[in-house]
């Protein structure tokens, strides 16, 4: 009875939604920097087809410069082939995802070897997501974050489609979709018996994660 007295109280709701962002962010940020997350996938995109509007979303403006520049080198290599092209690409994959954890407040530890195991709650977001069915990520996260969780759900599902050429548009669903991400990885965090906060997941995730960038058109 007591912990339904809570789920009443203005108080401990608010508290707790809070925890679960916390928790989230350090978890579902280091995502974005294995080639299965979806900053690197969106890097992928953009070098072989030479859109550099993929990756610009994924940093803060004033990082810009920096990023196209490593860009045009990379593509230059391209042409160039063999190692010069390898290292240019490698250049500007560390700088892209080293630019969007900064912009995230996170530090920088390098790009991840591929296949690490990542947290199952954010495979059901990206299905969720995909197939705008909200009822697949609610068993996640607790009751009393049920309303918070259906407005970021309900934000990310609005920016998903935009044009590749609209910075503005893409940045809002990034910003969308990273905050619904983080939510519902928190969410699971605190569902599990006995999962303390902070620690990561057990279990394993696809590869394929990390379609954000399959919103621009």
């Not at 490593?70 to 290292?87: C, K, L, N, P, T």
């Not at 607790?142 to 489609?161: D, H, I, T, V, W």
Request: aromatic share 6%; hydrophobic share 40%; glycine share 10%.
């Amino acid at each position: 009875m007591r912990e339904n007295t809570r789920l009443t109280n203005p108080a401990w709701v608010l508290g707790t939604a809070l925890l679960l962002l916390t928790a989230a962010a350090g978890e579902a940020r280091a995502h974005c920097d294995t080639p299965e997350g979806p900053v690197l996938v969106a890097a992928r995109a953009a070098l072989e087809r030479g859109e550099v509007n993929r990756v610009l979303i994924w940093v803060q403006p004033g990082d810009e410069a920096a990023l196209r520049a490593e860009f045009d080198r990379a593509q230059a290599a391209r042409r160039a082939g063999g190692q010069e092209q390898e290292v240019a690409e490698r250049r500007f994959l560390e700088t892209l995802v080293r630019l969007h954890r900064q912009g995230e407040g996170a530090p920088y530890t390098g790009i991840k070897p591929a296949g690490l195991p990542v947290p199952p709650a954010v495979a059901a977001a990206d299905q969720a997501l995909a197939r705008g069915e909200l009822a697949l990520v609610s068993r996640l996260v607790p009751p009393a974050s049920q309303a918070g969780l259906e407005e970021l759900f309900r934000a990310a599902l609005a920016r998903r489609q935009f044009s590749a050429d609209d910075l503005a548009a893409g940045r809002a669903y990034v910003k969308a979709y990273v905050e619904y991400v983080h939510f519902v990885e928190g969410g699971q965090a605190h569902s599990e018996p006995g999962h303390a906060h902070g620690q990561p997941a057990r279990d394993g995730h696809p590869a394929g994660h990390g379609h954000a960038e399959g919103g621009a058109r």
